[in-house]
């Protein structure tokens, strides 16, 4: 038997393992403003993070291709001060990926700050803290734990993106090939114990990391 | 002096009034909540049903509602004023509020919380505030534990002392005793009673429990719908009969045991005979009761109705004058609270320079003087 390439495995680990800080940064924030906020167009808001879970990859990707492309006013900014292109770079994967990872992030953490008693935060506010305060001394420790299961499932769905990231980096080995795109090739031409291995960890994976969020997330967990 | 003159309408009644059952108010249509309220040093009862407006009011003070039209000040201070467009931040304030359901943060030891408002002092500083504050309401104890582990009475004083660690100006208490037994109650009572006279600040207590606004209000305000239908002493605004275990609690110094004499129908007085045979017995003026001669009734007196003189009183229209001898002489405060034996024991409270200048001194005769209107009945339970 052939030796088997880890690259897309490892590729997979690094594009998911930045996906995840990127799309905790953005998510949490958005999830807090979304559970705190009263503003016209929240539930608009709402849906548009989450039409990344329900569209098709490809419907995703080829947004992602006319927002990222050369010719778009953020593509040619970032060709501007990196001097690269972001399509069929791996860095393109963290970005399909990232979109892929954010519903999860914002619907999880969502949830978990608005089991926050909104006392609580008052009761910081009348005891003189900021409202930056409030969230660090106050809301984020007790929706920490859905905050923690929201980053591990933004990290299972980053590992695991396939149709968006085949679109905007492509499928070259060696440089953009990450271990679900690797499947599919493996897949195709074959390499059964390529894809059987990557098949079975990332399965492996996935469980792991649902298994423990369900744990984290649990009602009666606090 | 903390002033409150507000504004707030509700087009739905539904986010500030409740309604209990599957019974709905035909005129729930809208809620107005309209308050103008001086708040002096001292406890300050805010007194109704629930959805009656009375927390509405200490979250608009707090800062956590903001009133459509009105001021609120604390001193000179405006913490808000809708005509100069002034809104204080919440935590500028400094506003001791104690949450209806306390608000201890359940991921933080007693200490924590108790340090929370003051974390930006150095970590030794605010160690020791905090203690000495748990220390201070006898709940050292409790500092290493988290709230959950913590019995009601106890959070009831980890709350108090974390809304004092703030340094406030004023204090505001929602319903702060509504989820205790009544022996914690009684001894929280005490504590709040102490901590009054010690920080003399505005507190403004809301509760629908009348043994609480009795026992702790200098003034009272009864809310209804939004608005303030009356407002007094807690006990001219409660209303006689109240049950006499309930005017000790207020500081009613003067309690006594009498049997009805005689009723004066046309003048609106009758006259009670107080005491036991042991101390000899006097005789007292009141207002007209329900009860006829010979019936047992109590009657209370406040310390501070009472007045003092070393000669007997003439040409006053107080119409109890009664003659006695000082037995003793306790000091409260600014006031020195005189007993008097004459039948009863009587206490009288006077300024320290009254008991000066009247040369007030154990054994000496002195005669006392209230009006018929300034004893109030009681059942006599």
Same mark, same amino acid.
């Given at each position: 038997?052939?030796?088997?390439?880890?690259?897309?495995?490892?590729?997979?680990?690094?594009?998911?393992?930045?996906?995840?800080?990127?799309?905790?940064?953005?998510?949490?924030?958005?999830?807090?403003?979304?559970?705190?906020?009263?503003?016209?167009?929240?539930?608009?808001?709402?849906?548009?993070?989450?039409?990344?879970?329900?569209?098709?990859?490809?419907?995703?990707?080829?947004?992602?291709?006319?927002?990222?492309?050369?010719?778009?006013?953020?593509?040619?900014?970032?060709?501007?001060?990196?001097?690269?292109?972001?399509?069929?770079?791996?860095?393109?994967?963290?970005?399909?990926?990232?979109?892929? #990872? !954010?519903? %999860? &992030?914002?619907?999880?953490?969502?949830? =978990? @700050?608005?089991?926050?008693? +909104?006392?609580?935060?008052?009761? *910081?506010?009348?005891?003189?803290?900021?409202?930056?305060?409030?969230?660090?001394?106050?809301?984020?420790?007790?929706?920490?734990?859905?905050?923690?299961?929201?980053?591990?499932?933004?990290?299972?769905?980053?590992?695991?993106?396939?149709?968006?990231?085949?679109?905007?980096?492509?499928?070259?080995?060696?440089?953009?090939?990450?271990?679900?795109?690797?499947?599919?090739?493996?897949?195709?031409?074959?390499?059964?114990?390529? #894809? !059987?291995? %990557? &098949?079975?960890?990332?399965?492996?994976? =996935? @469980?792991?990391?649902?298994? +423990?969020?369900?744990?984290?997330? *649990?009602?009666?967990?606090? | 002096?903390?002033?409150?003159?507000?504004?707030?309408?509700?087009?739905?009644?539904?986010?500030?009034?409740?309604?209990?059952?599957?019974?709905?108010?035909?005129?729930?249509?809208?809620?107005?909540?309209?308050?103008?309220?001086?708040?002096?040093?001292?406890?300050?009862?805010?007194?109704?049903?629930?959805?009656?407006?009375?927390?509405?009011?200490?979250?608009?003070?707090?800062?956590?509602?903001?009133?459509?039209?009105?001021?609120?000040?604390?001193?000179?201070?405006?913490?808000?004023?809708?005509?100069?467009?002034?809104?204080?931040?919440?935590?500028?304030?400094?506003?001791?509020?104690?949450?209806?359901?306390?608000?201890?943060?359940?991921?933080?030891?007693?200490?924590?919380?108790?340090?929370?408002?003051?974390?930006?002092?150095?970590?030794?500083?605010?160690?020791?505030?905090?203690?000495?504050?748990?220390?201070?309401?006898?709940?050292?104890?409790?500092?290493?534990?988290?709230?959950?582990?913590?019995?009601?009475?106890?959070?009831?004083?980890?709350?108090?002392?974390?809304?004092?660690?703030?340094?406030?100006?004023?204090?505001?208490?929602?319903?702060?005793?509504?989820?205790?037994?009544?022996?914690?109650?009684?001894?929280?009572?005490?504590?709040?009673?102490?901590?009054?006279?010690?920080?003399?600040?505005?507190?403004?207590?809301?509760?629908?429990?009348?043994?609480?606004?009795?026992?702790?209000?200098?003034?009272?305000?009864?809310?209804?719908?939004?608005?303030?239908?009356?407002?007094?002493?807690?006990?001219?605004?409660?209303?006689?009969?109240?049950?006499?275990?309930?005017?000790?609690?207020?500081?009613?110094?003067?309690?006594?045991?009498g049997i009805v004499i005689s009723r004066d129908a046309s003048g609106?007085t009758m006259v009670v005979e107080?005491?036991?045979?042991?101390?000899?017995?006097?005789r007292v003026e009141v207002?007209l009761?329900?009860k006829d001669a010979g019936e047992?009734?109590?009657?209370?007196?406040?310390?501070?109705?009472?007045?003092?003189?070393?000669?007997?009183?003439?040409?006053?229209?107080?119409?109890?004058?009664?003659?006695?001898?000082?037995?003793?002489?306790?000091?409260?405060?600014?006031?020195?609270?005189?007993?008097?034996?004459?039948?009863?024991?009587?206490?009288?409270?006077?300024?320290?320079?009254?008991?000066?200048?009247?040369?007030?001194?154990?054994?000496?005769?002195?005669?006392?003087?209230?009006?018929?209107?300034?004893?109030?009945?009681?059942?006599?339970?």
């Amino acid at each position: 038997m052939r030796e088997i390439d880890w690259f897309p495995l490892l590729l997979s680990l690094r594009v998911a393992i930045i996906s995840t800080f990127l799309v905790v940064g953005v998510g949490v924030s958005l999830a807090w403003v979304l559970a705190r906020k009263r503003f016209r167009g929240r539930e608009a808001l709402d849906a548009l993070v989450t039409l990344p879970l329900v569209l098709p990859p490809t419907v995703l990707g080829y947004y992602l291709l006319v927002l990222l492309g050369r010719g778009s006013p953020a593509g040619q900014l970032y060709e501007a001060v990196t001097g690269r292109s972001l399509v069929f770079t791996w860095q393109g994967a963290v970005v399909a990926a990232s979109v892929g #990872a !954010l519903p %999860l &992030v914002v619907k999880t953490a969502r949830a =978990a @700050f608005a089991a926050v008693d +909104t006392d609580l935060e008052d009761a *910081a506010r009348t005891l003189g803290k900021s409202e930056w305060e409030v969230f660090r001394r106050v809301t984020l420790p007790l929706a920490s734990r859905g905050v923690v299961a929201a980053a591990m499932l933004a990290f299972a769905r980053a590992l695991g993106d396939f149709g968006a990231t085949l679109m905007v980096a492509g499928n070259i080995p060696g440089r953009t090939q990450t271990a679900a795109v690797a499947i599919y090739d493996a897949a195709q031409s074959g390499r059964d114990a390529l #894809a !059987l291995t %990557l &098949v079975f960890i990332l399965s492996a994976v =996935a @469980f792991v990391i649902l298994y +423990t969020t369900n744990r984290l997330t *649990a009602p009666g967990q606090r | 002096m903390l002033s409150v003159k507000i504004i707030k309408e509700f087009a739905d009644s539904s986010l500030s009034t409740p309604t209990h059952g599957d019974h709905v108010e035909a005129d729930a249509s809208g809620f107005m909540l309209n308050v103008d309220i001086y708040f002096p040093p001292g406890v300050t009862v805010l007194f109704g049903a629930s959805g009656s407006g009375k927390t509405l009011t200490l979250k608009s003070i707090a800062g956590l509602v903001r009133p459509d039209s009105g001021m609120i000040k604390i001193g000179e201070e405006t913490l808000f004023d809708s005509g100069q467009r002034i809104n204080l931040p919440i935590r500028r304030r400094r506003a001791g509020y104690v949450f209806q359901h306390l608000a201890l943060f359940p991921h933080l030891d007693a200490l924590a919380n108790v340090e929370f408002p003051v974390t930006h002092l150095a970590r030794a500083e605010r160690r020791a505030l905090a203690l000495d504050l748990l220390r201070k309401f006898g709940v050292g104890h409790t500092a290493q534990r988290l709230p959950r582990n913590i019995s009601g009475g106890e959070a009831q004083r980890v709350a108090l002392a974390r809304a004092l660690a703030t340094n406030p100006r004023f204090l505001l208490l929602d319903e702060p005793l509504s989820a205790l037994d009544e022996v914690v109650k009684l001894e929280i009572i005490g504590d709040l009673k102490k901590m009054n006279s010690e920080m003399r600040l505005p507190i403004v207590y809301v509760t629908h429990s009348r043994d609480e606004a009795l026992a702790l209000g200098e003034r009272a305000y009864v809310f209804e719908r939004g608005r303030v239908v009356a407002a007094g002493e807690p006990v001219e605004v409660f209303g006689a009969p109240v049950k006499a275990s309930i005017a000790r609690l207020t500081g009613v110094e003067n309690i006594f045991d009498g049997i009805v004499i005689s009723r004066d129908a046309s003048g609106g007085t009758m006259v009670v005979e107080l005491g036991e045979s042991v101390e000899g017995v006097c005789r007292v003026e009141v207002p007209l009761g329900g009860k006829d001669a010979g019936e047992r009734v109590t009657v209370a007196i406040r310390s501070g109705d009472i007045l003092l003189a070393t000669v007997r009183p003439q040409s006053v229209s107080a119409r109890n004058i009664l003659a006695g001898t000082v037995s003793a002489l306790e000091e409260r405060g600014d006031q020195t609270l005189v007993r008097v034996r004459g039948g009863v024991e009587w206490a009288a409270s006077v300024t320290r320079l009254s008991v000066r200048e009247l040369g007030l001194t154990v054994g000496k005769e002195v005669w006392l003087a209230f009006k018929t209107y300034s004893c109030r009945l009681f059942d006599n339970e």
